[in-house]
């Protein structure tokens, strides 16, 4: 089984800092798929990056990037000049690869930013 | 963007009622949804997985006579909790996957709120 693992409950930063939050997993799979979603207060659940395992190269998405280091199971968030708006629980995500529709996510357990105006 | 709704977005209910709850995909066919629950402060738990004709695959703990799932069409599928009891009490959210391009990325609705007295 997959695990995630998010490893910073809480973190905050001034607004137009940079920040990176932690995500760490352990899978026997070769090729996958990594997410990060955003739970704003409102809870709605948005995607922020995604990354496939089988592509070297780091996702980007406007300030949003990731650090994928597949040999240690690492995939970690930078967002750069970052707005109040982007305060938010972040949740990392693992998903094993397109399975008949059965795709599930494996969720960490989030990390909650706070942007100080 | 994958536009997904659910509805209601809160609901209070009487301890011993049942309680419907709609997720739809609204620009684009699902073939495969997913429900989850959120209590708060915590990350997605994944309930069931919904597909289109087909009987929903349970997550292990999860009662599949108390939540019922149905996804009887492509754009639509239904949680519904029997038997309703305080412990039901969380944040239930449904989320759909697109077949075809981004087929291995969620989209997720906003939330059910569902309060038992």
């Known amino acids: 089984a997959q695990t995630v693992t998010q490893s910073q409950p809480e973190m905050s930063v001034q607004e137009a800092e940079t920040v990176t939050l932690s995500c760490t997993y352990d899978t026997s799979e070769s090729n996958y798929y990594l997410f990060w979603y955003k739970q704003p207060p409102s809870r709605q659940m948005i995607l922020v990056i995604r990354?496939?395992?089988?592509?070297?190269q780091n996702a980007t998405e406007n300030r949003f990037s990731v650090n994928f280091q597949k040999a240690a199971k690492s995939f970690s968030l930078k967002i750069s000049d970052s707005q109040l708006g982007d305060t938010a629980m972040y949740f990392c995500a693992f998903m094993k690869p397109f399975n008949f529709g059965n795709e599930k996510l494996t969720f960490g357990t989030g990390t909650r930013l706070t942007i100080i105006p | 963007g994958a536009v997904v709704s659910q509805h209601p977005s809160w609901v209070i209910c009487k301890s011993g009622t049942s309680v419907k709850i709609e997720c739809r995909s609204l620009d684009f066919q699902a073939t495969t949804m997913f429900w989850y629950r959120q209590f708060p402060k915590q990350s997605l738990m994944l309930m069931a997985t919904?597909?289109?004709?087909?009987?929903?695959?349970?997550e292990q703990g999860v009662e599949k006579d108390k939540f019922l799932i149905n996804h009887a069409s492509l754009t639509l599928s239904t949680l519904t909790v029997t038997s309703a009891h305080p412990e039901d009490s969380s944040f239930y959210i449904c989320?759909?996957?697109?077949?075809?391009?981004?087929?291995?990325?969620?989209?997720f609705g906003p939330g059910t709120r569902l309060t038992v007295l």
């Open positions: 990354q496939e395992a089988y592509k070297q």
């Open positions: 989320s759909a996957s697109e077949p075809g391009g981004a087929t291995d990325t969620q989209y």
């Open positions: 919904s597909n289109e004709g087909s009987k929903a695959t349970y």
